[in-house]
C-alpha cells in the first residue's frame, strides 16, 4: 500500500516517539538547572519530525532529501545536547543513553529514506496532489443571507 501521508513514514513515526520521550524528560524539575539547554534540546527535537513533515510536501526528490538532512542535522544536535546535560549532571548515563539509542532508532530509517530519495525520482504529478484538491475545510462559516 502506498504512503498518503508523512505520518506514515516509520522515520517520522520514530522522530515523533523520540520528540515526545524529550518533551517527557525536559519536564523533569532538574532541568530548570539549565533552561537554555532545555529550550534547545525541545527545539532540535522538534525540528526533527517537522523537517520530515515538511520534506515529504514537497515534490521533487531533491526538496524532500535537503529537509531529511536537516531532520539528521538536529538528530546529530540533539544528542550533543544530550551530552552536554550529562556532562552538567542534569540527566545520568543511563537517561542519556536511553534517549540516544531513540536517536539512533530515528537516525537508520530516515537515513534508509534519505538513500531511497537519492537513487530515485519523484513521480510525474505529486504523489497526493489531487486528493489534496478534493479536500474540503472542516467547516466553513455561513454568511448572513440578504434579502
Not at 516517539?17 to 525536559?26: D, S, T, V
Not at 497526493?128 to 443571507?145: E, G, I, M
Request: with cysteine; proline share 7%; aromatic share 6%.
Amino acid at each position: 500500500m502506498p504512503i498518503t501521508h508523512h505520518s506514515q513514514l516509520v522515520c517520522h513515526q520514530r522522530a515523533s516517539e523520540f520528540r515526545q520521550a524529550i518533551y517527557e524528560e525536559i519536564a523533569k524539575p532538574r532541568w530548570r538547572k539549565d533552561l537554555s539547554l532545555r529550550d534547545d534540546l525541545r527545539r532540535s527535537a522538534r525540528s526533527v519530525p517537522s523537517n520530515i513533515a515538511e520534506g515529504y510536501w514537497r515534490y521533487h526528490h531533491r526538496d524532500f532529501v535537503r529537509f531529511i538532512d536537516i531532520a539528521l542535522g538536529s538528530l546529530g544536535e540533539s544528542e550533543e545536547h544530550l551530552t552536554s546535560a550529562r556532562l552538567d549532571d542534569i540527566i545520568d548515563g543511563v537517561v542519556q543513553a536511553t534517549l540516544v539509542d531513540k536517536i539512533v532508532a530515528t537516525r537508520i530509517p530516515t537515513l534508509r529514506l534519505r538513500s531511497y530519495l537519492i537513487r530515485t525520482s519523484a513521480p510525474k504529478e505529486p504523489q497526493n496532489y489531487r486528493k489534496t484538491l478534493r479536500v474540503a475545510p472542516a467547516s466553513t462559516p455561513s454568511t448572513p443571507s440578504t434579502p
